[in-house]
């Protein structure tokens, strides 16, 4: 198996595990590319990408500029707040216009869950979701499940907890899907109002209490509040959410076993997480960060690679 | 597809044998000299030129893997990605003499990319190539090895493959020549 069976990469839940095993595997070899003096291989040097972010990200966006310029791919950029899409330009329009450009593949992060699967099928060039909505956020699932399988080297019979806005996390729902069909066990823990009714229904355990479901996991990932996606009030304060749900040093050192914290960034620290635990030899956040460049860089050639001359 | 063998395995340890005291002549005890293999089968012919010559030096010879996948030029004209193999180059090349190995050198290309790979790793003093068969007359590129195990005229629709007993349980060279009314 060494060919993707997707066209398209706009959710987890359309690949099956030998795709994820085939990008994991990928990601591998260009992690030891990006530690060389020189960081950047010829592949993709007459393919043209273009990112387009309807939504504010940093990190998303530097990791994915960072691992197509790796690939020698040309890079054009595109935010939102700049552009013609404030002047009532349509989505399909704008994509068209660029499209028009020359450009093979387009990284796209919109606010509408469903997005990238609409583009994929209206325009005629290669799609990779880089966040739509709530709804899913493959390539940070797939980071995340090369960061786990490359501390604990495997992902099979894992047990990982996602803790935190279920209800309005993209990167949930992908890492769910992720991780299942890498054998992992889900289980998912929060307020009862930031966790959607019916999650169960996807296979994951929920749980209410951050020490027991700590106890149960070899991995902790830990989730941000997303204030700016709820409009009405989920909890009563951060305060009172940061003492229920909150990871500190105290309890993580009172657990009877070392377990490895993981967070998509960007962190709040002091409400999910304090500051000692972020910093402290548990946590891979920065390791994630690092893994995000190669776990990109293999997305995006093993998808380029189908692109017709 | 006719097959014909064209090196038996006591061709092949003479051979090696030859080109080992051939890489001697140049590079002394190795002190400055650094044999690196390509991926995924010039590896083999590294694994048997590095046991012979410790032997025949009584010292350890470095020797390492590289990975051409991402520097080739055909990406995107094959029915399916390249998929890469393991590059193992855990020393610094800065300033070393390297023989490049690979086991049949065709049109070169696999080189050209692999001298690419090799610089992105730093700037050796001086680059070499041992191809163990040598394909004259197919170049696509102006290559050519320094060291050659056998030199085979071959046209390019026949191919050349170089089994081991390690891999496919003999050590032998066989040509495959397409017949004529395939």
């Known amino acids: 198996m060494n060919n993707l069976s997707v066209e398209h990469l706009t959710g987890i839940k359309d690949l099956t595990p030998a795709d994820i095993e085939l990008i994991l595997n990928t990601a591998e070899t260009f992690k030891q590319v990006i530690n060389r003096p020189i960081k950047k291989v010829p592949s993709l040097r007459d393919i043209t990408i273009a990112n387009l972010f309807f939504e504010n990200s ?18 054009v950029n595109f935010s939102a707040a700049s552009s013609s899409v404030k002047k009532g ?22 606010p509408n869950p469903g997005a990238a699967k609409f583009l994929s099928e209206r325009v005629d060039a290669r799609v990779i979701n880089a966040g739509d909505g709530t709804h899913e956020h493959p390539t940070q699932a797939l980071l995340d499940a090369f960061s786990i399988r490359e501390q604990l080297g495997t992902l099979e019979g894992k047990k990982v907890v996602i803790v935190g806005d279920i209800l309005h996390s993209r990167v949930a ?33 929920v749980e209410h209490n951050l020490r027991r479901a700590l ?28 003492m229920q749900f909150g990871l500190d040093k105290q309890l993580l050192d009172s657990l009877n076993k070392r377990i490895i914290v993981m967070h998509p960034g960007p962190i709040n620290r002091g409400v999910e997480i304090t500051s000692d635990v972020a910093d402290s030899d548990q946590s891979i956040i920065l390791q994630q960060v690092e893994n995000g460049v190669a776990v990109r860089m293999a997305c995006i050639y093993l998808l380029a690679s189908k692109i017709g001359r | 597809m006719e097959k014909q063998i064209i090196l038996n395995k006591r061709h092949i340890d003479l051979t090696l044998k030859r080109l080992c005291y051939q890489l001697i002549e140049s590079h002394n005890d190795f002190s400055n000299a ?6 995924p089968r010039g590896i083999h012919v590294v694994t048997r030129l590095k046991k012979q010559l ?50 049949v050198l065709f049109t070169g290309r696999t080189i ?11 700037r050796p003093a001086r680059v070499e190539l041992l191809a163990f068969i040598d394909r004259r007359f197919n170049r696509d590129l102006p290559i050519q090895a320094d060291y050659i195990g056998k030199t085979v005229d071959t046209l390019s629709e026949e191919r050349v493959s170089v089994e081991w007993s390690e891999t496919e349980g003999e050590d032998k060279v066989i040509l495959f020549t397409p017949d004529s009314n395939e």
């Open chain 2, 54 to 103: 410790e032997e025949i030096l009584g010292k350890e010879v470095i020797c390492g893997n590289l990975d051409i996948t991402f520097y080739r030029d055909d990406f995107r004209r094959r029915e399916k990605p390249l998929i890469p193999s393991a590059t193992n180059i855990d020393f610094v090349i800065e300033g070393k003499n390297i023989i490049i190995v690979d086991d």
């Open chain 1, 58 to 75: 940093t990190r998303t966006r530097l990791s994915f500029e960072l691992a197509e310029k790796r690939l020698s791919a040309d890079v």
């Open chain 2, 34 to 39: 650094i044999i690196i293999g390509l991926q």
């Open chain 1, 89 to 110: 330009e349509t989505l399909i329009d704008t994509v068209n216009n660029i499209l028009s450009m020359k450009v093979d593949l387009v990284v796209m992060r919109h």
């Open chain 1, 173 to 205: 729902l992908s890492n769910i899907y992720c991780l299942q069909k890498m054998g992992a066990e889900v289980m998912v823990c929060g307020p009862t109002t930031l966790i959607p009714k019916y999650i169960s229904a996807l296979g994951v355990k």
């Open chain 1, 215 to 242: 106890e149960w996991c070899d991995v902790a990932n830990m989730l941000r509040i997303q204030l700016e996606r709820q409009d009405i009030k989920f909890f009563p304060s951060l305060r009172e959410y940061s």
């Open chain 2, 112 to 122: 050209r990319a692999g001298l690419d790979a090799l610089l992105a790793f730093g």
